[in-house]
């Protein structure tokens, strides 16, 4: 307020109440003056002691009650104020809590939603993997097998017998809810350049001087993985053998409630 910069610092309490005791003081005031006058006229009409007494009387009273009431008045302003602020404050804290409960029921939602994208894009990812085929390579050195004395280098250069060497295990880890639904075996000799698609073969079958196992193996690798294993018997004592492994598999879209998984479809793939 200009001329009364003051007044912003006041309280609504302490405005009410100036406002009631000035309320009382021109109350009074008027009421000093009305009696000034009577005062003055009844000198001039030469009233008894007696009625100038009940006059003052009535003045004490208005003025009295003129401070009761503006009293009164300030204490109910500043009732209605307290009350208000209460109610407001009330308010408040509701609506902080509404908003505290909002905000924790949007962070809720979003860290669901955010682990159902995560678990969706894996399961996706392992889907796409799965269909384009998990791949292992080693290599398998020539065999050495156990020569007589008095053989000689015949004996050597002879093919090793089955019997006589161990097969060497080529494993592919995937997840231990897959269904596997296609096993490719590739042979490749050591220094052929051919690409895998051309040096194909199929479980089984014997190429050359490597033998394949009949079936693949499933062993457990973990809670979560688990290795789809092949035998490959290589019965060349002269040169090393390249062998690969492709496995493709499906993931079912939830399991059963006996925690096995659902048999998924089984696709045909002509695919290298």
């Given at each position: 307020m200009l001329g009364f910069p003051f007044l912003h610092e006041l309280t609504p309490n302490v405005i009410a109440a100036l406002v009631g005791a000035g309320a009382t003081l021109v109350a009074a005031v008027i009421n000093l003056r009305i009696a000034w006058r009577r005062e003055v006229l009844d000198r001039l009409n030469k009233r008894s002691p007696k009625g100038r007494r009940g006059l003052l009387a009535a003045i004490t009273i208005l003025?009295?009650?003129s401070g009761v009431g503006g009293y009164a008045a300030a204490l109910y302003l500043m009732q209605n104020d307290q009350q208000s602020t209460r109610a407001m404050r009330v308010e408040l804290r509701q609506?902080?809590?509404e908003i505290k409960d909002a905000t924790s029921r949007l962070e809720q939602t979003r860290v669901g939603d955010r682990a159902s994208i995560e678990t969706e894009v894996r399961l996706r990812e392992e889907r796409r993997r799965g269909g384009e085929g998990v791949v292992a390579t080693t290599r398998i050195g020539p065999c050495r097998a156990r020569v007589l004395s008095g053989t000689g280098d015949a004996a050597e250069s002879a093919p090793c017998k089955e019997n006589e060497i161990a097969p060497v295990?080529?494993?592919?880890?995937?997840?231990?809810a897959a269904s596997v639904y296609e096993v490719t075996p590739y042979l490749r000799a050591?220094?052929?350049g051919a690409p895998w698609e051309e040096r194909?073969?199929?479980l089984g079958a014997t190429v050359g001087s490597v033998q394949l196992a009949a079936h693949q193996v499933e062993r457990p690798d973990s809670a979560t993985l688990k290795n789809i294993c092949i035998d490959v018997w290589s019965?060349?004592?002269q040169h090393a053998v390249d062998a690969r492994v492709v496995v493709r598999y499906l993931l079912p879209d939830?399991?059963?409630?006996?925690?096995?998984?659902?048999?998924?479809?089984?696709a045909a793939s002509t695919r290298p």
């Open positions: 003025v009295v009650a609506r902080i809590a295990g080529i494993c592919v880890s995937v997840p231990a050591e220094g052929d194909r073969a199929a019965l060349d004592r939830r399991p059963d409630t006996t925690g096995s998984v659902q048999e998924p479809l089984r």
